[in-house]
Nanobody, 122 residues
Framework: QVSLVESGGGLVQNGGSLRLSCAPSERTFSSYAMGWFRQAPGKEREFVAHISWNGLATNYADSVKGRFTISRDNAKNRFYLQMNLLKPEETAAYYC???????????????WGQGTQVTVSS
């Protein structure tokens, strides 16, 4: 079930930055926790960051702490992931998801987007 639309992916050089956006396609997700995950070819979907429904609680994978920032604007029904100092090994499809509570586990997310590709060249 596709209910979210990601954008902002692309090709960036090692050390570069991108800002991903996530917008619901059919409904408001202001009462949902939101998360960003990524999946490289041949690998499992991996937790990147999540944010509570009110934006007061955030959490990040250890590998991205200090470089990535998750945020949300409930008034605009938009969710974001600012990614700085990107590395080639972070090349993957990035997905946003919505869940009833903050979680690091993909199986707890009820709604997903189709993903946006991020490619980091070395």
């Amino acid at each position: 079930q596709v209910s979210l639309v990601e954008s902002g992916g692309g090709l960036v050089q090692n050390g570069g930055s991108l800002r991903l956006s996530c917008a619901p396609s059919e409904r408001t997700f202001s009462s949902y926790a939101m998360g960003w995950f990524r999946q490289a070819p041949g690998k499992e979907r991996e937790f990147v960051a999540h944010i509570s429904w009110n934006g007061l609680a955030t959490n990040y994978a250890d590998s991205v702490k200090g470089r990535f920032t998750i945020s949300r604007d409930n008034a605009k029904n938009r969710f974001y992931l600012q990614m700085n100092l990107l590395k080639p090994e972070e090349t993957a499809a990035y997905y946003c998801g919505a869940a009833g509570r903050i979680s690091k586990y993909a199986e707890e997310y009820n709604y997903w987007g189709q993903g946006t590709q991020v490619t980091v060249s070395s």
